[in-house]
């Protein structure tokens, strides 16, 4: 592997070491499948059937999404009748009303965060399929990004059960939560699934950069250190 045309960088991997994916502990000789020392998690080069797992999970998101947008998450039950909101129809009606920020927060948070996990994820993973050298920086930052933006993915969740739990004035007023909003938490879920299931290491895997490794050293030879953020 190079970075930016430059002499190639040695990694972890070709140094022959591996890294505990429980404890973060680095083991230099250690051999794969081998229990680490201080957890006893078994130890991998990359995430075991890290690709397979994250496609199987993201199609399922994928496929949920629809309805996840087309189904009402709400359904308020008065005197005047029972309504249907979708999300976007929820969006529509605060946008309407002039509550401009909590519509834009709720179109961001509920909407353009989940599609844009999806479409990045689907691009992290083709890349590492593929074993491309393209932008492994903007990559690997753009899967941090993904960490950091994953816990706001449940606000519609967590306003459809707090209007439930608060609105339940019986013969007047009730909400209660609409299918849609089933498919939308397991559109979240799975989306953080699939973000824990691909290995970001991954990134680095390039065609140029599937050279042997040299032979490992002995675990006598050099004493485990501890760190999580080397490139295995």
């Known amino acids: ?3 930016n045309g430059d002499a190639p960088i040695e990694t972890a991997a070709h140094l022959g070491w591996l890294s505990c ?3 973060g502990m680095v083991w230099s000789g250690a051999q ?12 991998h080069q990359r995430k075991p059937n890290s690709i397979q797992r994250t496609w199987a999970l993201l199609i399922s ?22 309504q249907y909101d979708t999300i976007l129809s929820g969006v529509i009606y605060f946008w309407v ?12 948070a509920s909407f353009l965060v989940p599609l844009f996990k999806l479409t990045a994820l689907m691009i ?22 993904l960490e950091v933006i994953g816990r706001w993915s449940m606000l ?36 953080m699934l699939a973000s824990l299931s691909f290995d970001p290491r ?12 040299p032979p490992p050293v002995h675990k006598d030879q050099t004493p485990p250190m501890q760190g999580s953020e080397r490139t295995v």
């Open 1 to 3: 592997m190079t970075q």
């Open 21 to 23: 994916h429980h404890c």
């Open 32 to 43: 794969p499948h081998e229990p680490c020392a201080r957890c006893g998690t078994h130890l």
């Open 61 to 82: 998101a994928c496929i949920l999404y629809l309805p996840a947008n087309l189904l009402p998450v709400m359904v308020t039950k008065s005197l005047l009748g029972t």
């Open 97 to 108: 009303t002039g509550a401009y920020g909590l519509a834009a927060i709720i179109f961001v």
């Open 124 to 145: 992290l993973v083709v890349a590492a399929q593929r074993r491309s050298d393209w932008r492994q920086v903007e990559r690997a930052r753009l899967y941090r990004i």
């Open 156 to 191: 519609d969740v967590f306003v459809v059960s707090l209007l439930a739990g608060l609105v339940q004035i019986q013969g007047f007023a009730e909400i209660t939560a609409g299918v849609g909003i089933a498919a939308f938490g397991a559109v979240v879920v799975l989306t």
């Open 202 to 213: 991954l990134t680095w895997d390039t065609a140029q950069a599937a050279q042997p490794s």
